[in-house]
């Protein structure tokens, strides 16, 4: 439930800064709200705070109440102020910054940033830059950071710049995170590119999303051409004696959730239609759950095997120069597992084992053998079931290195074709840890955040954009961004996200507000972008769409424009008070001289009406003034007085409701407090009494002396209940929270809020119970205060 005053509204934060600029004083909590009110002022330029300019002390208590790093540069000398969220952006500069010219806090940058606050100051230019490099010193030493900034210029009220407002954030990480990204993905297609077998890289949908040269060749398809295909049109594989379709690799690798190869005696159909004999191997790629998110196949051309099966003899010269030219290492065992064969880069590899040729296989490499070895596995399948194998694994000392290694079945034996992997999957497993650091990044963000081709189409998106209108990943990704879930249920939002994907895609950056429906038909305004992002070409690659809610910014921007109405109201009701003072007064006198000249009994009955009515306003209006104008000290006062200015207030609107009240006063002892904040509690929570009960009922008013029993300090309890409808538990639940009300467009949802607020300023407490059980429903609000409530 939120309160609603008719005569004095409620204050929001809004009113407390108009107030606060009345008394001069700057406002807020944390640190540096602290620090600023504490600075010695009248040492700098801008003098002591209570001689400084409206827009002065408005701008720096903004300032202190934002979360997101703030700084404001004032004056000529940029004198500079900044807020607790940027307050670990200064480190050792903290606190001497406060109160600095700007030149002599950031001299080691200023070459950098000085000519752009000057512009600011000069121009009224408006500067936003995104990840520039400014570096300053920190821990001693000058670091690069980087940061991402708007300056806007501060107008005074005669249209002059008179500060900067600095909005920014350090995201060095981000950028350095971004670039590791960058160069590991560098490293993994260089890779990619210089393996000597064909390779292709599919998702777990089996479309191609990779291709090596040697692949591109193999197949006759680009990767351009093949990527996003089905590996079965790209990699279309027939047995040579049935000309029956094999399984995709890809399929079969999902299948039986580990390597696989093709049966012998396949042949890959190219593009051009043309065959060439193959052999394969597949392995499932695994996400960091262990699901399978894709399969890599690696193939190659084995026409020259087999002409050499066909003419062994011609061919055997050429197969030793391609054994001995070849970067795969290349072993022959026999049936009895002797070494009877090893090509020179085998030999290179196993240079630290001795000796090969003619030696027991298990017995020169003992590392083989363990539970679970593939290497067992793989070589006694090849041996005695002529099955082909394909794994990787780790052999440790002498050797300390990855392989990956291909068991063939011979007629004589087995042939191992193996390779040092050690380094790639050092650098493959670098390129995870920098994906992994990505998303987490992208997938913890509470903005929403996509990415899509030139064309509009969804490529990814993170889970706060999903949660806009409860859609799965899959139901976005690959359609286009005008007809996805964000714009659907908003009328003309398709079209203008069409005509910003044109734009985007053209090159201009774009940056709009917009207010899109949930599908529950709710509305939420957000700060929208859509930036272009290029390659080392100059070609745009990309579009990254960015959703901002600002929600609470737009409640924040409405309920600063009606606070100042309401004060507006607030200072006429004043002026009217105080100017209808004087009439009353000669109003009065008048009717005193015409009592001394009424003969009839009825005229002087009716002066002596006239008379309590004159006063009864006069009464009203002096309430009046001393609710709008308050000490700028603390001061003692009683609780009849707190509630008798109030009440009598509320006197007519009282009597026509048909509402009754009942005092009951037991405090003796005055309370030290800001009297007009206290009356604006007790004002919120008589208007909401009155609010409740429509068609009349029982208002109590007590007062009592007590005790807080965390701390021991002595005060006093208000007590304001009414018989009216009472709240239900999800009412109650919510009825502290800002821009909460019941009563719709006639509430601003800030006045119990504020009354809070005030009451925990004082040291006090505001708590509320409520029941609306037939005959027993109504609302209690207690106020606690200590005597010494606010420090004199």
Not at 193 to 210: F, Y
Not at 495 to 515: D, L, T, V, Y
Not at 555 to 569: F, P, R, Y
Not at 632 to 651: D, H, K, M, R, W
Request: charged share 25%.
């Amino acid at each position: 439930m939120t309160a609603k005053n008719t005569a004095f509204p409620s204050l929001d934060k809004g009113t407390l800064l108009a107030s606060s600029l009345t008394r001069r004083q700057v406002s807020g909590t944390g640190e540096m709200a602290e620090l600023t009110r504490a600075h010695d002022w009248a040492y700098t330029p801008l003098g002591p705070i209570d001689t400084w300019s409206d827009s002065l002390l408005c701008s720096v208590n903004l300032m202190l109440s934002c979360q997101f790093p703030t700084v404001i540069l004032w004056g000529p000398e940029m004198i500079q102020f900044y807020n607790d969220g940027y307050r670990p952006l200064m480190t050792e500069k903290h606190p001497t910054a406060l109160g600095q010219p700007a030149r002599e806090c950031w001299k080691e940058a200023w070459h950098l940033i000085g000519p752009q606050w000057e512009a600011v100051l000069a121009t009224g230019e408006t500067v936003y830059m995104k990840e520039v490099l400014v570096p300053v010193i920190r821990n001693g030493r000058l670091q690069d950071i980087y940061w991402t900034y708007s300056y806007s210029p501060i107008y005074g009220p005669e249209g002059t710049v008179d500060g900067i407002l600095i909005v920014c954030h350090d995201v060095t990480d981000e950028v350095l995170a971004a670039r590791k990204l960058r160069e590991s993905e560098a490293r993994a297609t260089r890779v990619l590119e210089s393996i000597g077998d064909a390779v292709i890289v599919t998702n777990a949908d089996t479309h191609v999303i990779r291709m090596n040269p040697v692949a591109e060749r193999i197949t006759g398809w680009t990767w351009a051409e093949a990527n996003d295909r089905p590996l079965t049109e790209v990699f279309h594989v027939v047995d040579e004696t049935t000309r029956q379709v094999v399984e995709s690799p890809a399929d079969k690798a999902k299948r039986l959730g580990t390597t696989a190869a093709l049966a012998n005696h396949t042949v890959l159909i190219r593009r051009d239609g043309s065959e060439v004999p193959i052999d394969d191997s597949v392995a499932p790629i695994r996400d960091h759950e262990g699901k399978i998110a894709g399969t890599v196949l690696v193939f190659r051309d084995i026409r020259e095997r087999r002409a050499a099966e066909r003419e062994r003899d011609s061919v055997a010269r050429q197969l030793q120069q391609v054994l001995t030219a070849t970067t795969d290492g290349v072993l022959s065992l026999d049936r009895s597992w002797r070494l009877t064969y090893a090509n020179h880069r085998a030999k290179e590899i196993l240079t630290r084992t001795g000796e090969l040729i003619g030696k027991d296989f298990w017995q020169t490499f003992p590392g083989t053998i363990y539970e679970g070895s593939p290497y067992v596995e793989h070589y006694n399948r090849a041996m005695n079931d002529k099955l082909s194998g394909h794994f990787e694994a780790f052999y440790p000392e002498p050797l300390n290195a990855w392989f990956t290694i291909t068991a063939q079945p011979s007629d004589d034996g087995i042939i191992l074709f193996f390779r040092d992997v050690t380094q790639q999957r050092r650098e493959a497993e670098a390129l995870r840890e920098s994906e992994a650091w990505l998303s987490a990044i992208y997938g913890a963000s509470l903005e929403y955040i996509g990415l899509l081709t030139p064309e509009g189409t969804i490529i990814d998106c993170n889970r706060a954009s999903l949660e806009f209108a409860g859609n799965t990943h899959d139901e976005v990704i690959g359609v286009n961004f005008a007809d996805s879930p964000w714009f659907a249920y908003t009328p003309g939002a398709p079209e203008m996200a069409r005509q910003a994907i044109a734009r985007a895609a053209a090159g201009e950056f774009i940056r709009q507000e917009i207010a899109l429906f949930r599908p529950s038909g709710e509305s939420i305004p957000f700060d929208f972008s859509l930036t272009p992002v290029r390659n080392a070409q100059g070609e745009i690659v990309f579009l990254v769409p960015e959703g901002r809610e600002i929600s609470e910014l737009k409640h924040a921007e409405a309920a600063l424009i009606q606070s100042e109405k309401l004060a507006a109201v607030g200072r006429l009701a004043s002026s009217i008070a105080h100017e209808i003072n004087n009439p009353l007064e000669s109003v009065m006198n008048l009717i005193y001289l015409a009592r001394q000249y009424a003969v009839n009994p009825d005229a002087q009955k009716f002066l002596d009406t006239a008379d309590q009515e004159i006063r009864r306003v006069s009464i009203i209006a002096n309430q009046t003034l001393r609710f709008h104008k308050q000490p700028s000290n603390p001061q003692a006062i009683s609780c009849s007085e707190l509630i008798g200015t109030v009440l009598g207030i509320y006197e007519g609107k009282l009597r026509n409701a048909g509402i009754t009240i009942e005092r009951r006063y037991r405090a003796e002892h005055p309370v030290v407090c800001f009297e007009g904040d206290i009356r604006q509690i007790l004002n919120n929570l008589v208007g909401n009494a009155i609010d409740a009960m429509p068609t009349g009922g029982q208002l109590y008013v007590r007062s009592r002396e007590a005790t807080d029993w965390r701390t021991g300090r002595k005060g006093l309890v208000l007590t304001i209940a009414d018989t009216g409808v009472g709240m239900g538990l999800q009412v109650l639940e919510r009825i502290f929270d800002p821009f909460f009300t019941t009563k719709g467009i006639g509430g601003t949802g800030l006045g119990l809020w504020v009354s809070k607020e005030i009451a925990e300023r004082h040291s006090g407490m505001l708590k509320v119970r409520s029941s609306q059980r037939e005959g027993h429903s109504g609302t209690v609000f207690t106020l606690f205060l200590p005597l010494e409530a606010a420090v004199r």
